[in-house]
């Protein structure tokens, strides 16, 4: 068990059910092209360069923090990094995203995802989570993309609508299939534990395409994988959050994969949430990013709807329901992290 000095903070409370003073709000992709000081220092070329440069990715990491006034900072990097440090073949192209040179198809390709050491093959993450930590003050959120969401691009070689690939792969050969998320579930574990171990005081498991798979196929092919590195991250004792867009029709099996956070989308709110996932979970979500876009006055509507929502639960870390659009003017974040702090009451229970 890793105690951390963050125990205290509002985020981590939060994340436990347990009463703070605050509700903390982060947002995921806070770091990124919406803000300009990333584009001065992102640089061109591939974000794997920039994610290898513990420098320029720490300096990345913080600089939501020092904008916003956020709660919790989340690591700069990618899902696909632990593929892409064991050779797989995979780069994460500007404007698109990752992209595969050989997609994943057959058994011979297991080879290709030996595992993850993170001391020899990731000493940049480590080295980022170190520099960024001992700057911060308020969490830093480690993370690892869940194994249906790496999976579906190294099965797909790029991003995909209807990861239709991915699940004839699902659906046709089973047995192929667990060990593919089998080896992927290791990775992101020993990545997760890596994070935690230089200083990361939560974890994050990123299931962002999850929402294409009906409730059967969730919890016969995906669910026990993303259980098993959830239940991996329990020893280490920091709280885990556990996302997915378009899964409001499993959100109750989600919350069943042992992590102490559920990440709610847009699209369900958040006190019919909280009756799908059931007492003992914390929320975290939920304000549609595209409303961002519509202007301050929206913006600050809709996220005193998500507060309303929530009916001061001490289980609520407020968020978007999906990642920061590179199109969002920062002034309206900051203003809405503004009124989460200034309005967002907390029960006590
Ligand atoms: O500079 C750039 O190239 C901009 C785009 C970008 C950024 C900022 C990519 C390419 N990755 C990242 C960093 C990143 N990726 C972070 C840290 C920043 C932060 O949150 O503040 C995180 C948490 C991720 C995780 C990630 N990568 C996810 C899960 C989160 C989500 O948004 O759903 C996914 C699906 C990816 C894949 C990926 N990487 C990049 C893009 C454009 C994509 C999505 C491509 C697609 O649509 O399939």
């Known amino acids: 068990m890793i105690c951390s000095r963050f125990d205290d903070s509002d985020f981590v409370r939060a994340c436990r059910g347990r009463p703070h003073e ?27 360069d920039a994610i290898a440069d513990a420098d320029r990715a720490a300096e990345i990491t913080l600089q939501p923090v020092r904008r916003y006034g956020v709660d919790a900072a989340i690591l ?17 192209v500007p404007g698109t995203g990752p992209v ?15 595992p993850l050491d993170p001391d020899a093959d990731t000493p940049y993450v480590i080295d980022t989570v170190r520099r960024a930590v001992a700057e911060l003050e308020v969490p830093l959120i480690g993370f690892a993309g869940a194994p249906f969401t790496v999976a579906s691009y190294l099965v797909e070689g790029g991003p995909s609508r209807h990861h239709t690939r991915t699940k004839a792969l699902m659906v046709g050969d089973e047995a192929l299939w667990h060990e593919l998320m089998g080896r992927l579930a290791e990775m992101a574990i020993a990545s997760l534990v890596s994070q935690v171990e230089a ?30 590195v959830l239940e991996a991250l329990g020893s280490t004792g920091v709280p885990r959050i556990h996302f997915g867009v378009g899964t409001g029709e499993f959100l109750d099996q989600m919350g069943d994969c042992g992590a102490e956070v559920v990440g709610v989308d847009f699209r369900v709110p958040l006190d019919e949430a909280r009756r799908r996932v059931g007492p003992g979970r914390a929320l975290q979500g939920n304000l549609d990013p595209a409303v961002v876009l519509a202007g301050e006055s929206a913006a600050v509507d809709a996220a005193r709807a998500v507060l309303a929502s929530n009916g001061g639960h001490p289980g609520h870390v407020f968020n978007l329901g999906h990642g920061v659009l590179p199109e969002s003017d920062p002034d309206v974040l900051a203003r809405v992290v503004q009124v989460v702090h200034d309005e967002g009451q907390v029960r006590c229970e």
């Open 76 to 92: 700069f990097s990618d899902i696909v990094v632990p593929a892409h440090a064991v050779g797989f073949g995979v780069d994460v």
């Open 199 to 228: 200083g990361a005081a939560a974890v994050q498991l990123f299931d962002s395409w999850a929402g294409a798979l009906s409730p059967d196929q969730y919890r016969r092919s995906v669910a026990p994988h993303s259980a098993r």
């Open 22 to 48: 605050r509700v903390p709000v982060w947002f995921m992709r806070q770091a990124g092209r919406s803000l300009p000081e990333y584009r001065a220092v992102r640089g061109d070329g591939s974000i794997l």
């Open 100 to 114: 595969v040179e050989r997609r994943f198809a057959t058994r011979s390709d297991l080879h290709r995802l030996r």
